[in-house]
Protein backbone atom coordinates (compact mmCIF):
# COMPACT_ATOMS: atom_id res chain seq x y z
CA UNK A 1 0.00 0.00 0.00
CA UNK A 2 2.46 2.61 1.33
CA UNK A 3 4.81 1.81 -2.25
CA UNK A 4 2.03 2.42 -4.12
CA UNK A 5 0.77 5.53 -2.85
CA UNK A 6 4.31 6.94 -3.39
CA UNK A 7 4.18 6.05 -7.25
CA UNK A 8 0.54 7.67 -7.53
CA UNK A 9 2.01 10.55 -5.58
CA UNK A 10 4.75 11.18 -7.95
CA UNK A 11 2.89 11.04 -10.91
CA UNK A 12 0.25 13.61 -9.90
CA UNK A 13 3.68 15.98 -9.28
CA UNK A 14 5.46 15.06 -12.40
CA UNK A 15 1.75 15.55 -13.60
CA UNK A 16 1.08 19.51 -12.15
CA UNK A 17 4.78 20.46 -13.73
CA UNK A 18 4.64 20.21 -16.89
CA UNK A 19 0.89 21.48 -18.22
CA UNK A 20 2.46 24.95 -18.04
CA UNK A 21 5.80 24.06 -20.00
CA UNK A 22 3.68 22.15 -22.86
CA UNK A 23 0.57 25.22 -22.93
CA UNK A 24 3.70 27.88 -23.44
CA UNK A 25 5.43 25.92 -26.64
CA UNK A 26 2.28 25.11 -27.83
CA UNK A 27 1.96 29.02 -27.84
CA UNK A 28 4.85 29.91 -29.57
CA UNK A 29 4.69 26.83 -32.07
CA UNK A 30 1.09 28.12 -32.53
CA UNK A 31 2.83 32.19 -33.04
CA UNK A 32 5.31 30.91 -35.54
CA UNK A 33 3.42 28.91 -37.76
CA UNK A 34 0.66 31.99 -37.91
CA UNK A 35 3.53 34.56 -38.60
CA UNK A 36 4.89 32.20 -41.13
CA UNK A 37 1.19 31.95 -42.86
CA UNK A 38 1.14 35.95 -42.70
CA UNK A 39 4.78 36.60 -44.36
CA UNK A 40 3.45 34.96 -47.66
CA UNK A 41 0.44 37.29 -47.67
CA UNK A 42 2.47 39.85 -47.19
CA UNK A 43 5.04 39.37 -50.03
CA UNK A 44 2.10 39.08 -52.26
CA UNK A 45 0.47 42.38 -51.21
CA UNK A 46 3.67 43.87 -51.95
CA UNK A 47 4.52 42.37 -55.06
CA UNK A 48 0.81 43.08 -56.06
CA UNK A 49 1.33 46.96 -55.20
CA UNK A 50 4.83 46.56 -57.11
CA UNK A 51 2.89 45.40 -60.08
CA UNK A 52 0.59 48.11 -60.02
CA UNK A 53 2.92 50.76 -59.45
CA UNK A 54 5.03 49.51 -62.88
CA UNK A 55 1.69 49.58 -64.38
CA UNK A 56 1.47 52.67 -64.12
CA UNK A 57 4.35 53.67 -65.01
CA UNK A 58 4.05 52.00 -68.13
CA UNK A 59 0.73 53.47 -68.89
CA UNK A 60 2.43 56.97 -68.63
CA UNK A 61 5.42 56.25 -70.54
CA UNK A 62 3.07 54.81 -73.30
CA UNK A 63 1.56 58.42 -73.08
CA UNK A 64 4.57 59.99 -72.96
CA UNK A 65 5.31 58.03 -75.60
CA UNK A 66 2.28 58.89 -77.92
CA UNK A 67 2.56 62.36 -77.12
CA UNK A 68 6.33 62.60 -78.65
CA UNK A 69 5.45 60.19 -82.03
CA UNK A 70 2.16 63.05 -82.35
CA UNK A 71 3.56 66.11 -85.11
CA UNK A 72 4.72 68.89 -83.28
CA UNK A 73 3.15 72.33 -84.60
CA UNK A 74 4.93 74.63 -85.88
CA UNK A 75 5.13 78.38 -84.12
CA UNK A 76 5.04 80.76 -86.84
CA UNK A 77 7.74 83.01 -87.24
CA UNK A 78 6.90 86.50 -86.56
CA UNK A 79 7.22 88.60 -89.72
CA UNK A 80 11.01 91.34 -89.30
CA UNK A 81 11.03 94.57 -90.84
CA UNK A 82 13.49 93.00 -93.09
CA UNK A 83 10.98 90.12 -94.24
CA UNK A 84 8.55 92.07 -94.75
CA UNK A 85 10.23 94.91 -96.94
CA UNK A 86 12.60 91.99 -98.81
CA UNK A 87 9.23 90.69 -100.65
CA UNK A 88 7.88 93.95 -101.43
CA UNK A 89 9.62 96.68 -104.05
CA UNK A 90 11.37 99.54 -102.93
CA UNK A 91 8.72 102.73 -102.95
CA UNK A 92 9.18 106.07 -102.50
CA UNK A 93 8.98 108.27 -99.93
CA UNK A 94 6.03 110.64 -99.47
CA UNK A 95 4.72 113.80 -97.52
CA UNK A 96 1.84 111.47 -96.10
CA UNK A 97 4.48 109.01 -94.69
CA UNK A 98 6.73 111.68 -92.51
CA UNK A 99 3.40 112.50 -91.43
CA UNK A 100 1.83 109.78 -90.94
CA UNK A 101 4.98 108.81 -88.63
CA UNK A 102 4.60 112.13 -86.37
CA UNK A 103 0.35 110.97 -85.86
CA UNK A 104 1.65 108.02 -84.67
CA UNK A 105 4.66 109.43 -82.09
CA UNK A 106 2.74 111.90 -80.76
CA UNK A 107 -0.73 110.01 -80.29
CA UNK A 108 -0.57 109.26 -76.50
CA UNK A 109 2.08 112.02 -76.31
CA UNK A 110 -0.21 115.25 -76.78
CA UNK A 111 -3.96 116.01 -77.57
CA UNK A 112 -6.32 115.74 -80.11
CA UNK A 113 -5.69 119.81 -80.69
CA UNK A 114 -1.98 119.99 -80.24
CA UNK A 115 -1.93 117.11 -82.89
CA UNK A 116 -3.73 119.30 -85.32
CA UNK A 117 -1.33 121.81 -84.68
CA UNK A 118 1.41 118.78 -85.52
CA UNK A 119 -0.08 118.69 -88.67
CA UNK A 120 1.95 119.79 -91.98
CA UNK A 121 0.19 120.61 -95.55
CA UNK A 122 1.54 119.58 -98.59
CA UNK A 123 2.94 123.27 -98.98
CA UNK A 124 5.75 122.56 -96.49
CA UNK A 125 7.33 119.92 -98.37
CA UNK A 126 9.54 119.72 -101.27
CA UNK A 127 9.06 117.48 -104.52
CA UNK A 128 10.29 113.81 -103.31
CA UNK A 129 12.73 111.68 -104.96
CA UNK A 130 11.45 109.13 -107.11
CA UNK A 131 14.52 106.95 -106.62
CA UNK A 132 15.80 107.70 -109.86
CA UNK A 133 18.04 111.35 -108.23
CA UNK A 134 21.62 111.42 -106.63
CA UNK A 135 21.78 113.58 -104.06
CA UNK A 136 23.17 116.78 -106.08
CA UNK A 137 20.35 116.45 -109.09
CA UNK A 138 17.82 115.64 -106.24
CA UNK A 139 19.00 119.39 -104.56
CA UNK A 140 19.44 121.07 -107.82
CA UNK A 141 15.90 120.42 -108.73
CA UNK A 142 14.55 121.33 -104.76
CA UNK A 143 17.04 124.77 -104.55
CA UNK A 144 17.30 126.18 -108.01
CA UNK A 145 18.18 129.01 -107.06
CA UNK A 146 21.05 127.88 -104.25
CA UNK A 147 23.76 130.13 -105.94
CA UNK A 148 22.02 133.31 -104.36
CA UNK A 149 20.79 131.83 -101.15
CA UNK A 150 24.37 130.45 -100.39
CA UNK A 151 25.87 134.39 -101.45
CA UNK A 152 23.48 136.10 -99.08
CA UNK A 153 23.64 133.56 -95.63
CA UNK A 154 26.15 135.27 -93.38
CA UNK A 155 24.74 134.01 -89.61
CA UNK A 156 27.09 131.92 -87.63
CA UNK A 157 26.35 129.10 -85.78
CA UNK A 158 23.46 128.26 -88.19
CA UNK A 159 22.99 126.34 -91.80
CA UNK A 160 20.64 126.92 -94.98
CA UNK A 161 20.72 123.53 -95.64
CA UNK A 162 20.82 120.66 -93.49
CA UNK A 163 20.82 116.80 -94.27
CA UNK A 164 19.98 114.07 -91.97
CA UNK A 165 20.64 110.71 -92.13
CA UNK A 166 21.17 107.27 -90.20
CA UNK A 167 24.79 106.90 -89.58
CA UNK A 168 28.33 108.30 -89.72
CA UNK A 169 29.12 106.56 -92.56
CA UNK A 170 26.06 107.07 -94.51
CA UNK A 171 26.87 111.10 -93.71
CA UNK A 172 30.31 110.78 -95.06
CA UNK A 173 28.71 109.26 -98.31
CA UNK A 174 26.33 111.84 -99.02
CA UNK A 175 29.42 114.76 -98.49
CA UNK A 176 30.87 112.89 -101.39
CA UNK A 177 27.43 113.25 -103.92
CA UNK A 178 27.43 116.69 -102.99
CA UNK A 179 30.28 118.14 -104.89
CA UNK A 180 28.74 118.75 -108.11
CA UNK A 181 26.34 120.94 -106.49
CA UNK A 182 27.53 122.64 -103.53
CA UNK A 183 29.81 124.90 -104.85
CA UNK A 184 32.23 127.44 -103.04
CA UNK A 185 29.84 126.25 -99.84
CA UNK A 186 31.46 125.45 -96.82
CA UNK A 187 30.20 121.85 -95.23
CA UNK A 188 30.28 120.40 -92.04
CA UNK A 189 30.23 117.10 -90.15
CA UNK A 190 27.15 116.86 -87.67
CA UNK A 191 27.72 113.31 -85.94
CA UNK A 192 29.00 111.82 -82.75
CA UNK A 193 31.75 109.22 -84.46
CA UNK A 194 35.08 110.73 -83.87
CA UNK A 195 34.32 114.40 -83.19
CA UNK A 196 33.36 115.75 -79.54
CA UNK A 197 30.20 118.09 -79.65
CA UNK A 198 32.03 120.71 -78.45
CA UNK A 199 34.50 120.61 -81.53
CA UNK A 200 31.41 121.10 -83.77
CA UNK A 201 30.33 123.94 -81.34
CA UNK A 202 33.67 125.55 -82.12
CA UNK A 203 33.61 125.06 -85.72
CA UNK A 204 29.97 126.86 -86.21
CA UNK A 205 30.79 129.41 -84.14
CA UNK A 206 34.09 130.19 -85.52
CA UNK A 207 32.48 131.09 -89.36
CA UNK A 208 29.50 130.49 -91.72
CA UNK A 209 28.55 127.04 -92.63
CA UNK A 210 26.35 126.89 -95.77
CA UNK A 211 25.52 122.71 -95.60
CA UNK A 212 25.30 120.39 -92.29
CA UNK A 213 24.94 116.83 -93.01
CA UNK A 214 24.91 114.57 -89.91
CA UNK A 215 22.41 112.12 -87.55
CA UNK A 216 19.44 112.98 -85.65
CA UNK A 217 21.10 112.43 -82.74
CA UNK A 218 23.94 115.18 -82.86
CA UNK A 219 21.72 117.49 -84.57
CA UNK A 220 19.23 117.09 -81.92
CA UNK A 221 21.96 117.93 -78.90
CA UNK A 222 23.46 120.45 -80.94
CA UNK A 223 20.61 122.23 -81.02
CA UNK A 224 19.29 121.47 -77.63
CA UNK A 225 23.07 123.21 -76.76
CA UNK A 226 22.45 125.82 -78.46
CA UNK A 227 25.29 124.92 -80.78
CA UNK A 228 23.12 125.07 -83.80
CA UNK A 229 20.60 127.71 -84.33
CA UNK A 230 17.52 127.59 -86.75
CA UNK A 231 17.63 130.85 -87.44
CA UNK A 232 18.71 130.33 -91.22
CA UNK A 233 17.32 127.25 -91.64
CA UNK A 234 15.43 127.16 -95.03
CA UNK A 235 15.58 123.42 -96.43
CA UNK A 236 15.76 119.88 -94.07
CA UNK A 237 16.47 116.97 -96.41
CA UNK A 238 16.08 113.63 -94.64
CA UNK A 239 17.52 110.72 -96.06
CA UNK A 240 14.10 108.62 -96.18
CA UNK A 241 14.18 106.36 -99.24
CA UNK A 242 18.27 104.84 -97.99
CA UNK A 243 17.86 101.16 -96.25
CA UNK A 244 21.19 99.90 -94.57
CA UNK A 245 21.84 96.19 -95.15
CA UNK A 246 18.90 94.88 -92.96
CA UNK A 247 17.02 96.99 -95.24
CA UNK A 248 15.52 99.36 -92.53
CA UNK A 249 14.89 103.40 -93.46
CA UNK A 250 16.38 105.67 -90.80
CA UNK A 251 12.87 106.10 -89.01
CA UNK A 252 12.62 102.30 -88.57
CA UNK A 253 15.64 101.39 -86.56
CA UNK A 254 13.89 102.88 -82.92
CA UNK A 255 16.92 104.63 -81.26
CA UNK A 256 17.51 106.73 -84.63
CA UNK A 257 13.02 106.94 -84.63
CA UNK A 258 13.52 108.43 -81.16
CA UNK A 259 16.46 111.37 -81.98
CA UNK A 260 14.59 111.81 -84.89
CA UNK A 261 11.21 113.09 -82.97
CA UNK A 262 13.30 114.90 -81.03
CA UNK A 263 14.82 116.84 -83.56
CA UNK A 264 11.69 117.66 -85.49
CA UNK A 265 10.07 118.66 -82.00
CA UNK A 266 12.60 120.69 -81.24
CA UNK A 267 11.55 123.74 -83.61
CA UNK A 268 11.87 121.95 -87.45
CA UNK A 269 8.26 121.16 -87.13
CA UNK A 270 7.34 124.59 -85.68
CA UNK A 271 9.57 126.60 -88.88
CA UNK A 272 7.91 124.04 -91.44
CA UNK A 273 4.43 125.00 -89.99
CA UNK A 274 5.35 129.12 -90.35
CA UNK A 275 6.21 128.17 -93.70
CA UNK A 276 10.12 129.09 -92.90
CA UNK A 277 11.69 125.28 -93.26
CA UNK A 278 10.57 123.25 -96.36
CA UNK A 279 11.20 119.51 -96.04
CA UNK A 280 12.37 117.50 -98.55
CA UNK A 281 12.51 113.60 -98.57
CA UNK A 282 15.26 112.37 -100.71
Known sequence: MGGSSTGVLRK??????????????????????????????????TKKKKSEQKGVVAEEKEAEGEKSNKPKRKRKKKKTITD????????????????????????????VIEQEDLRLSDSCFLSCNDLTHTLSSYLKQVCPKWAKIQKNHTEKSSVVLLIV?????????????????????????????????????????????????????????????????LKSLRYLVLDWNWRDQKLRRMVDIPEIKLDFMKMMESGILKGSKEDVIKIGLF
Open 165 to 229: CSSALRAIELLKQLTTFKGAAKTIKLFAKHIKIEEQVKLLQKGVTHIGVGTPGRVSALIENDGLN
Open 84 to 111: VLASSKPKAGSPADLQNLVTQYFSDKRS
Open 12 to 45: AVCNLDTPEEDVTEDQTDQASKAAKRKRPAEKRA
